[in-house]
C-alpha cells in the first residue's frame, strides 16, 4: 500500500485532525518560486543578447502567435479568459508556470486541472517533436519536399548538432555550454 493510500485513510478515520492542517498552498507556492530561482540562476541576459539576440525575437514571435491563436479559438468556442490564458501559458511555460499564474491570480480551482493538461502536454509534445525532428530530415532526403534548402539547410545534412546550431544563429548554446579555454581552441580549429 503507498503512501498516498495510507494518507487518505488516515484521514478518513481522522477529519478533525486532518481539518486543522492549514499552509499546503504557501508551501507549494514557495517551492515553485524556489524552483524558478534555481531554473534562472545561470541564465545570463547580456550573454544570450550579444550572441543569439535572434533568438529572443523568435522567442517573442513564438509567444505572441500562440496567445493570439489561443485567444482567438477559445473566443469561438466561448472558453472563459481565464482558461485561454492558462492553456496558453501551459504551451509555453508548461505546468509549472501555469500553476504559479493560477496561484498567483487566486485561480484556485484550475489549479489541478491544468497542471494535468501541462504535463499531458509535456508527454505528447517530446514524443510529437522527436517523431518530427527524426522524420524530416528522411522526408528531405526522399524527396517529399522537393530538393533541400539550398546554403545553409544543405550544409547541415551531413554536419555535426553544435554547428546545426550555429547556423540557425543558436550560437548561444555553443558558446555558454563550454569552458572559455575550451572554446578559444575551438574556434582557432574552426578558423583553419
Known amino acids: 500500500m503507498g503512501d498516498h493510500c495510507r494518507y487518505r485513510i488516515a484521514q478518513h478515520l481522522f477529519p478533525a485532525y486532518f481539518d486543522r492542517l492549514h499552509g499546503s498552498q504557501e508551501v507549494g507556492t514557495f517551492l515553485i518560486h524556489m524552483f524558478f530561482a534555481v531554473i534562472g540562476i545561470p541564465a545570463s ?30 473566443k469561438w468556442f466561448k472558453y472563459d479568459l481565464e482558461d485561454i490564458l492558462l492553456a496558453s501559458n501551459a504551451n509555453i511555460g508548461g505546468p509549472t508556470t501555469v500553476a504559479a499564474l493560477a496561484i498567483a491570480k487566486g485561480w484556485e480551482g484550475l489549479i489541478g486541472p491544468i497542471l ?59 558558446s555558454v555550454r563550454r569552458p572559455p579555454a575550451i572554446r578559444n581552441d575551438h574556434r582557432a580549429v574552426d578558423e583553419t
Do not use: C
Not at 523568435?58 to 485567444?71: C, G, M, R
Not at 526522399?142 to 547541415?156: I, L, T, V
Open 116 to 174: 494535468i493538461v501541462g504535463t499531458v502536454g509535456y508527454i505528447i509534445g517530446n514524443y510529437v517533436g522527436t517523431i518530427i525532428g527524426i522524420s524530416l530530415p528522411h522526408l528531405y532526403k526522399r524527396g517529399a519536399f522537393g530538393q533541400m534548402p539550398k546554403g545553409r539547410f544543405a550544409r547541415m545534412q551531413n554536419s555535426q548538432p553544435e554547428r546545426q546550431m550555429k547556423a540557425f544563429g543558436l550560437a548561444v548554446f555553443a
Open 45 to 74: 541576459l547580456p550573454l544570450i543578447i550579444q550572441h543569439a539576440p535572434l533568438l529572443l525575437v523568435f522567442a517573442l514571435i513564438i509567444v505572441v502567435i500562440n496567445l493570439a491563436i489561443s485567444l482567438a479559438l477559445g
